[in-house]
């Protein structure tokens, strides 16, 4: 009798949410926008470059490439950890890690080195603050989705 109270338990506990599919496929939609993004700064042209004011031409020319390498892990990391967490691997931990130091090193130039903030007003640190929000969610909930045995 404990031995089969015991595998109804272990059973419940694995049972995946029927959400949690929907936050996965969500994750990965978002990540994929934030890849969108990337490449469309990668492809700015200078004719592109020269219709925005002069104080944004000036943020855009003075990016260093390691600011441009974190954003590249942050989209990259985001997008294959979000895949993995859609088909439940525990790979999608360091993954979604990655993804949020990535962006923690893009939003610390934006707003401590650069000068943003000033450029684009304070309105510029909404978008920066879902990003950052929604990065920590996807740590939790593949660390909650390890420990209750929802990844093979």
Not at 8 to 22: D, Q
Not at 36 to 47: S, W, Y
Not at 65 to 71: G, Y
Not at 87 to 100: A, E, G, N, Q, R
């Amino acid at each position: 009798m404990t031995e089969q109270v015991n595998t109804e338990s272990t059973l419940e506990t694995n049972t995946i949410p029927s959400w949690f599919k929907a936050v996965a496929i969500t994750a990965l939609i978002w990540n994929l926008l934030g890849v969108v993004a990337f490449v469309l700064q990668m492809m700015i042209t200078p004719e592109i470059l020269a219709e925005l004011p002069a104080a944004e031409q000036a943020l855009y020319a003075n990016i260093p490439s390691w600011v441009t390498a974190a954003f590249a892990v942050a989209v990259f990391s985001g997008v294959l950890g979000s895949l993995f967490l859609l088909m439940k691997k525990s790979i999608s931990t360091p993954l979604l890690v990655f993804s949020l130091i990535g962006v923690l090193i893009q939003n610390f130039h934006s707003f401590f080195i650069s000068k943003a903030l000033e450029v684009n007003g304070p309105a510029v640190i909404i978008m920066p603050a879902v990003v950052i929000l929604f990065a920590i969610y996807l740590i939790l909930l593949s660390r909650k989705a390890q420990t209750q045995g929802w990844f093979s």
